[in-house]
């Protein structure tokens, strides 16, 4: 069941372009000192930045952006052959510094969330995306104290089950992970993104174990496999 939501609007959205409706949720941290902090900056004007929810540490909910307007939340980057996320999703902002786990209460209200948006707007798990996923080049959150296993295991994401090691070199991963939904980066940033979210603290160069579970990723879910989008 989702939390109650207390509605704190936010001037920074506009409208969808081009008649687009959301088909993917992005998942952020937000970064900052505290939630009161956060919240400010998604609803001051002069920021130019919001997203459709908030969710503090306690799990209290705020709703910034009705879901059918555009919030200005995923900046640029891009999922498969979306180029404009922002038009295309559903941000998700959690109060978090990046350097904690997410308490268990923010992640149950996360649950909640999810469960009823994806319910709402017919997205499947495996558009339930981070932030750093789309923008890999510049993008950190959610990082590697995000429960993307847990998300899985409730049907809200996706995960590499017992993925095999595999074969290649940087060129196999990396096309890999286009046929998975990354946009182009380098491959030593690409690689940190993939591993902050599939194999959380593990470092090094890359591995057969990163080969597998890329591929396992990209026969699973190819990413626009009902078609391309515009």
């Known amino acids: ?18 008649g687009a409706r ?19 900056r998604l609803c001051d004007p002069r920021a130019e930045v919001s997203a459709h929810y908030l969710i503090d ?4 909910l705020y709703a910034l952006v009705p879901e059918e307007m555009r919030a200005w939340h995923a900046g640029a980057g891009g999922w498969g052959a ?4 922002n038009s295309r999703s559903i941000g998700i ?6 350097r904690a786990p997410f308490a268990e209460r923010q992640m149950r209200a996360l649950e909640g969330v999810l469960a009823d948006v994806t319910a709402r707007w017919s997205i499947p798990p495996e558009r339930v995306i981070g932030h750093a996923d789309m923008a890999p080049a510049r993008k950190d959150d959610p990082g590697p104290y995000f429960d993307w296993r847990r998300l899985a295991r409730a049907g809200l994401s996706v ?11 940087m060129a196999e991963f990396l096309g890999h992970m286009r046929r998975f939904g990354y946009p182009p980066a380098p491959g030593a940033r690409l690689l940190g993104v993939f591993r902050a979210r599939f194999r959380p603290f593990v470092e090094g160069p890359l591995d057969p174990l990163d080969l597998g579970i890329a591929a396992q990723l990209a026969r699973r879910f190819p990413v626009d496999r009902a078609g391309a989008d515009t």
């Not at 540490?57 to 209290?60: D, K, L, V």
């Not at 017992?162 to 074969?167: L, M, Q, R, V, W």
């Open 82 to 85: 979306v180029g404009d996320v």
């Open 93 to 98: 902002e959690l109060a978090n510094s990046g």
């Open 22 to 40: 959301p088909d993917m949720v992005v998942i952020h941290y937000t970064g900052m000192e505290s939630c009161a902090a956060a919240l400010e």
């Open 159 to 169: 995960w590499p089950e017992g993925a095999e090691p595999g074969d290649g070199g």
């Open 57 to 60: 540490e306690s799990g209290g």
């Open 1 to 18: 069941m989702t939390t109650p939501a207390r509605k704190s609007p936010s001037p920074n959205f506009g409208a969808r372009r081009g």
